[in-house]
C-alpha cells in the first residue's frame, strides 16, 4: 500500500501527464549503468524541459523527494530503491546560435551534443564524445576528462531552485571544483545549460573527437560507472588500488576490473550491496596500506 501523500502526487502526475505515463515501483536497475538498484515510489520520464520542471514542482508541492536521473552512469542506487518520485531526463532540445554559443536542455546526451556542435563548427565541445551521460548531470558532477571540464566551457545553467523558482546562473555561482559544484550539496536540478565554443572547422573537430575516443579504447568495457573514485592529490585512485592487490577482487557479481582498479563490473547478478561493499574494501585496503581516504566519484542514491 502506498502511502496517501505519494499517492496525491500519483494523481496529480497523471492528470498532467496521463496515467500510463506515471509508473509505481518500477526497477532502477534498468535505467543505471551498472544495472543495479531497487524500485522508485514513483517513476516518470521527462521528455521536455517543461515536463521536467512540472513534475518536479509537483513533487515538491507534495512535501516528496523528487530524484533526476539521466543515464545513471555516475549513480549507486540502492537495492532499497528511491523513495518520492524519480524523474528520468529526456529533455533533449538543442540550439546553436551565433558567436558559437549552444543551448542544451539538461536530457541531452553528452555525444550527441558533441556531434552536433562538430557539424555546426563549434568547436571545444569535443572531450563531451567519450563521457556516457546528460548534460544536467555533467554539469552538476563538473565531469570532464584530465585536461578539460564541463565548467570551461559553461556560460550559464538555468536551474530549478529548492524553492521551485527557475534561475540562470552564472558559472562563479554554480561553485564548480573538482567532480564538483553547488549543485551536488543544494540539489538543485539544471534545467538546461549554455555553452561558449570556438569556430573551427568540421573536420578538425571531428579528427579532435576521434582522438578523445581512441585514448578510451584501453578502459574496461561493460557495465560500469567509470572510475568509482576521485583520485587523490597527485595520485591516482586505481595506482592505489592496484597496489593493494585488489585488481579482480570479487563479492558477489561485482569485481574491480582487471584491466583499470578504479572501474568496478557488474560481471552478472551483482546487487548494489556488492558494490558497495567492494567500494568499502578497497577503501579501507588504501587506508591502512597508504593512509589516503579515497573519496567516491560515483553517487549513493536512494536508501542505504
Ligand atoms: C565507461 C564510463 C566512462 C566514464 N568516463 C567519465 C569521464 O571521463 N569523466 C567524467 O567526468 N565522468 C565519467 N564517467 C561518469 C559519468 O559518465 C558522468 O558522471 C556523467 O556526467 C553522468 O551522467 P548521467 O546523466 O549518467 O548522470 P546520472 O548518473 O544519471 O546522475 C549523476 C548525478 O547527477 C544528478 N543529476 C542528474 N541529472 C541532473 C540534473 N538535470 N540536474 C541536477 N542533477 C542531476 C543525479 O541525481 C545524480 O546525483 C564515466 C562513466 C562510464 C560508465
Known amino acids: ?54 513534475a518536479a514542482r509537483l513533487a515538491k508541492e507534495h512535501g516528496r523527494p523528487v530524484t533526476v536521473l539521466g543515464f545513471g552512469a555516475n549513480v549507486l542506487v540502492s537495492d532499497k530503491g528511491i523513495r518520492g518520485l524519480v524523474i ?7 540550439a546553436f546560435g551565433p558567436d558559437a554559443v549552444v543551448q542544451a536542455d ?12 562538430a557539424q555546426e563548427g563549434v568547436a571545444g565541445l569535443e572531450f563531451l564524445i567519450g563521457i556516457p551521460g546528460t548534460v544536467g548531470a555533467a554539469v552538476a558532477v563538473n565531469a570532464g576528462t584530465r585536461t578539460e571540464w564541463i565548467s570551461g566551457i559553461v556560460r550559464r545553467a538555468r536551474i530549478l531552485t529548492s524553492e521551485g523558482a527557475v534561475r540562470w546562473l552564472a558559472p562563479h555561482e554554480l561553485d564548480f571544483a573538482y567532480r564538483n559544484s553547488r549543485l551536488k550539496r543544494t540539489g538543485e536540478i539544471v534545467i538546461c545549460a549554455e555553452f561558449q565554443g570556438k ?23 561493460g557495465p560500469s560507472t567509470g572510475s568509482v573514485f576521485k583520485n587523490p592529490d597527485g ?45 568499502e574494501r578497497a577503501k579501507t585496503e588504501v587506508r591502512r596500506k597508504f593512509g589516503v581516504e579515497l573519496e567516491e566519484e560515483v553517487r549513493y542514491l536512494g536508501e542505504w
Open 88 to 94: 528520468l531526463n529526456r529533455a533533449q532540445r538543442t
Open 235 to 279: 595520485d591516482f585512485a586505481g595506482r592505489l588500488i592496484e597496489a593493494c592487490g585488489l585488481k579482480g577482487l570479487r563479492i558477489g557479481g561485482a569485481q574491480i576490473a582487471e584491466m583499470h582498479a578504479n572501474f568496478i563490473l557488474n560481471t552478472g547478478g551483482a546487487q548494489a550491496r556488492d558494490m558497495k561493499a567492494l567500494i
Open 199 to 221: 569556430p573551427d572547422s568540421p573536420e578538425r573537430i571531428e579528427q579532435r573527437m576521434a582522438e578523445h575516443l581512441r585514448v578510451r579504447q584501453n578502459q574496461p568495457t
Open 106 to 117: 539538461s536530457g541531452t546526451n553528452l555525444a550527441v551534443l558533441a556531434k552536433q556542435a
Open 1 to 54: 500500500m502506498m502511502k496517501p501523500d505519494i499517492e496525491l502526487l500519483a494523481n496529480r502526475l497523471a492528470e498532467a501527464f496521463g496515467r500510463a505515463r506515471v509508473k509505481r515501483n518500477e526497477i532502477l536497475a534498468k535505467h543505471c549503468n551498472w544495472r543495479v538498484g531497487g524500485p522508485a515510489d514513483l517513476f516518470f520520464r521527462a521528455n521536455t524541459a517543461e515536463e521536467l520542471v512540472l
